[in-house]
């Protein structure tokens, strides 16, 4: 049973599965080496013979303590230098996850042709009867921006525009629903039936993505820039990663690609 996590009205993400680990990223960049993952925090190893690595101490005569595996993830991530980052360890671990979303996210989310999908098809089957339909909040930082044409900004609505915008969003979809169960009604095929469907038709798809892939969808779509609804299913998914890949995600998310 998947963990769904709600996102927007109607839209949830869940975690399928994730594959690799941040040791798996360190011991796939340690193959030129051949020295495998050597653990994290200071002093999980000392070349000193004479005595055990718990009692090497940095700075004691002798001792030699080893750096944690973490300089190295955080070197790999930003390399010291200021050069680009060795980026190909982080294709080493990844993650499937389940969406629903309205189509007009999927409009976006698909332009990222890294991941991996398979949507339901309307097709094969009678789309859900369930639409987005934006919240009083977003409503009052939707009106059409002037300085920025692709964006949106704070509006002054009263409660009743509101109540009106809701409104009337609502019946559109209703009617497109009505049409829609009527065509299948009389025996339309699916395929063309669904042409009366809104893009806040909720839809629901699988994506799988390595994480460095995951990264970089991150990076454009956590952005201000991006549009407020795709902007949620960014964030969640940001935190899911975080909780199964801790030690990349908090470089990514204190530095972004
Ligand atoms: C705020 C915002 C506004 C946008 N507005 C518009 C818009 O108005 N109109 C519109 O059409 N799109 C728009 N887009 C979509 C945008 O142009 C990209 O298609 C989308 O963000 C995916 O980015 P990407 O190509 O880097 O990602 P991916 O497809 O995941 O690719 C990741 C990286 O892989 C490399 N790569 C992948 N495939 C190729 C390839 N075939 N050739 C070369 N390199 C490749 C590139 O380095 C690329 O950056 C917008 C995106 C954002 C975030």
């Keep these: 049973m998947l963990q769904k996590i709600d996102v927007i009205n109607n839209g949830y993400i869940a975690l399928v599965e994730t594959w690799g680990s941040d040791e798996r990223i360190i ?11 050597l653990g994290w925090g200071e002093g999980t190893d000392c070349f000193r013979n004479s005595h055990s690595p718990d009692k090497c101490k940095r700075g004691t005569p002798g001792c030699r303590v080893k750096h944690g595996d973490e300089v190295l993830l955080s070197r790999l991530y930003n390399p010291p230098d ?5 980026t190909s360890p982080f294709e080493m671990a990844g993650a499937v996850i389940e969406v629903q979303a309205p189509i007009f996210v999927f409009r976006e989310w698909h332009r990222h042709r890294t991941q991996s999908y398979n949507e339901l098809s309307a097709r094969y089957t009678v789309l859900p009867d369930l639409f987005y339909l934006p919240s009083v909040e977003r409503l009052m930082m939707g009106k059409q ?17 509101i109540a009106d915008i809701q409104q009337q969003l609502w019946d559109a979809m209703q009617k497109s629903r009505d049409v829609y169960e009527l065509l299948i009604g009389k025996d339309l095929a699916r395929e063309l039936a669904r042409i009366v469907m809104p893009v806040g038709q909720i839809s629901r798809m699988r994506a799988s993505a390595n994480l460095l892939n995951w990264m970089r969808f991150l990076t454009l779509r956590q952005n201000v820039g991006a549009q407020w609804e795709i902007r949620q299913y960014a964030n969640v998914l940001g935190q899911i990663l975080t909780e199964n890949f801790p030690r990349s995600m908090a470089l990514f998310n204190e530095n972004p690609l």
């Design 27 to 37: 011991e796939a960049a340690r193959m030129s080496t051949d020295k495998g993952f």
């Design 82 to 86: 200021d050069g680009p980052p060795h």
């Design 145 to 161: 921006s002037k300085t920025n044409k692709q964006s949106s900004e704070a509006a002054t609505y009263t409660q009743a525009e």
